[in-house]
């Protein structure tokens, strides 16, 4: 990924969100983050990006059924999805994975 590549970080978590952007952007990335999927899914029809990094456990809407219609109703250029996530089960990983995810 290129250094001008825009990333959206999703995540609940206020610390998580700023300690992402904070890296992100040290690194030369363009960052925004959001604290929800309502918030994402608003600023997707809005602007393209590179990549979504994206929380799985999230209140609303999940990550998986965010990134599930990330990948069957957006528009725009295809990001890619990453799992942004502590859940690392092998059951999980597998419905992560079946939801869209790279």
């Not at 978590?13 to 959001?34: C, K, M, P, S, W």
């Not at 994206?54 to 990453?82: F, H, N, T, W």
């Not at 859940?87 to 939801?99: K, P």
């Amino acid at each position: 990924m290129t250094k001008n590549a825009s990333i959206l970080i999703v995540d609940d978590e206020e610390i998580n969100r700023r300690v992402a952007t904070l890296f992100l952007e040290r690194a030369g990335y363009a960052a925004r983050a959001v604290k929800d999927a309502a918030e994402a899914w608003a600023i997707l029809q809005q602007q393209d990006f590179d990549l979504v990094l994206l929380d799985i456990s999230m209140p609303g809407e999940s990550g998986i059924s965010l990134c599930q219609r990330i990948r069957r109703d957006y528009r725009g250029k295809q990001p890619a999805v990453i799992a942004y996530t502590a859940h690392a089960m092998a059951i999980e990983q597998d419905e992560i994975r079946q939801a869209g995810f790279g």
